[in-house]
C-alpha cells in the first residue's frame, strides 16, 4: 500500500513537473504564442503589448493571475508580437540596435511580389504618395497595379491582400486593401485602420467577412465565431487578453482545429 502511494505520488510530481515544463516553454495550454528574447537569451512567452518609445509589455500568467514586465524593446534580443518576429543585430555599447522584423507564419519568400490571375511577379513594390502601386520586376519595366479584387502584394513583411468587406464607417468602401495577418486552415484574420475608427480586425470564416470594432461587442462576436472551442476565450474574459491580442486567438482557435 504504501508503494502505491509512493509510486502515485511519484507520478503526480512528474505530471506536474511536465505541465510546468510545458508553460515554461511557451505553451500555456498552447495558447500563449508571442515571447521577447532577453540580453541573456531567456525566452519568455505571453502576450506582447506595445507602448510608447519602443517599449512592451510582456502579460505573463504562470500562477493564474495577470502581471506586467515592462522590456524596451532596444535592449533585447528579439521578440514576437502579433505574429511578426523583430530580431536586433549585434549589440553597441551594451545596446541593441537595427530592429528587423519579418512575419513567421504567412510565406518564406524573401522578395516583394504582386499575385494577379493566379501569377506571381517578383520584383520590388513601391506604395507612392500619390498615384498607383508599382512593382519594377527583375527583369523588366515598372508595372503599375489598382486595387482589383483578387488581388495581392507582398511589400518588406507586409502582405495585402485587396477584398471585399464591410464597411467600418459611413464615408469607408466596401472594397480596400487589407493587411493579412494570419492566414490558416480554414480563416484568415486582417488588420484594416481608418481614420475615426483607427485599428479593426476582419476575421473570415467559412467564406464570411466578420468586422471586429473595439468600441463594439468584439467579444460577442469572438463567442459565435468560436463557439465550438470556448477555451480559446477564457484569457479575454479574465481580462488578461484584450482586444491588441485578437491575433492569439484566432491563431489558437485555427492551430486546434481538426
Not at 527583369?139 to 486595387?147: E, L, R, Y
Not at 480586425?201 to 460577442?220: A, N, P, Q, T, V
Request: charged share 30%; net charge neutral.
Amino acid at each position: 500500500m504504501m508503494l502505491k502511494k509512493i509510486i502515485i505520488a511519484f507520478l503526480l510530481f512528474v505530471s506536474a513537473e511536465a505541465s510546468y515544463a510545458q508553460q515554461s516553454k511557451g505553451y500555456m495550454d498552447g495558447f500563449f504564442l508571442d515571447y521577447v528574447i532577453t540580453k541573456d537569451g531567456d525566452t519568455i512567452y505571453g502576450a506582447v503589448k506595445e507602448e510608447l518609445f519602443k517599449a512592451y509589455i510582456l502579460k505573463i500568467n504562470n500562477d493564474g493571475t495577470g502581471s506586467y514586465t515592462r522590456y524596451e524593446a532596444d535592449n533585447l534580443k528579439g521578440y514576437r508580437y502579433n505574429g511578426y518576429v523583430t530580431i536586433n543585430k549585434e549589440p553597441k555599447d551594451g545596446i541593441y540596435t537595427g530592429l528587423k522584423a519579418k512575419k513567421d507564419s504567412l510565406d518564406s519568400a524573401q522578395n516583394d511580389y504582386i499575385v494577379k490571375n493566379n501569377d506571381t511577379i517578383y520584383g520590388d513594390v513601391h506604395e507612392p504618395l500619390l498615384g498607383s502601386r508599382y512593382i519594377i520586376p527583375k527583369q523588366g519595366k515598372k508595372i503599375k497595379f489598382k486595387g482589383e479584387v483578387g488581388l495581392a502584394y507582398k511589400r518588406g513583411q507586409y502582405i495585402y491582400e485587396y477584398r471585399d468587406k464591410p464597411k467600418v464607417e459611413t464615408l469607408d468602401s466596401k472594397e480596400d486593401w487589407l493587411l493579412l495577418l494570419y492566414k490558416g486552415k480554414g480563416l484568415k484574420l486582417y488588420g484594416y485602420a481608418t481614420g475615426h475608427q483607427g485599428t479593426c480586425y476582419f476575421i473570415e470564416k467559412d467564406k464570411e467577412m466578420h468586422l471586429l470594432r473595439m468600441d463594439e461587442d468584439w467579444l460577442d462576436l469572438l463567442n459565435k465565431l468560436f463557439a465550438d472551442k470556448p477555451d480559446v476565450l477564457k484569457c479575454f474574459k479574465s481580462g488578461f487578453l484584450s482586444f491588441e491580442n485578437i491575433y492569439l486567438a484566432v491563431r489558437y482557435y485555427d492551430e486546434h482545429s481538426d
